[in-house]
Nanobody, 128 residues
Framework: QVQLVESGGGSVQAGGSLRVSCAVF????????MGWFRQAPGKEREAVAR????????NYADSVKGRFTISLDNAKKTLNLQMNSLKPEDTAMYYCAARFVGGSSNCLLSSVSDFRYWGQGTQVTVSS
């Protein structure tokens, strides 16, 4: 069983930075695939970034490439998302999620519905 608890959201002006974190509780294996997702009001939940723990390979949505960085602090079992040059369109509830799967390609191509474990979310608001 895995439990995920996000923290670190908040409000910032456009161009600013925020970091959201996700603490992982419970069993955590190298075959873990983790990701950050976001959902704005009236929109579907979308993938922001994914990372495969065994190889530490990652990918990003086109809309955040070059601005966001996903990372894992293995010792602290914490998944982080550093968000720079924030835009108003980044405003959303941010969720971390996890699943166990073999192979980085299977992880990095995972859709929202493939992830089994979800946190409660943390709000990020970017004002213009």
């Amino acid at each position: 069983q895995v439990q995920l608890v996000e923290s670190g959201g908040g409000s910032v002006q456009a161009g600013g930075s925020l970091r959201v974190s996700c603490a992982v509780f419970g069993s955590f294996y190298s075959s873990a695939c983790m990701g950050w997702f976001r959902q704005a009001p009236g929109k579907e939940r979308e993938a922001v970034a994914r990372i495969y723990i065994d190889s530490m390979t990652s990918n990003y949505a086109d809309s955040v490439k070059g601005r966001f960085t996903i990372s894992l602090d293995n010792a602290k079992k914490t998944l982080n998302l550093q968000m720079n040059s924030l835009k108003p369109e980044d405003t959303a509830m941010y969720y971390c999620a996890a699943r166990f799967v073999g192979g980085s390609s299977n992880c990095l191509l995972s859709s929202v519905s493939d992830f089994r474990y979800w946190g409660q979310g943390t709000q990020v608001t970017v004002s213009s």
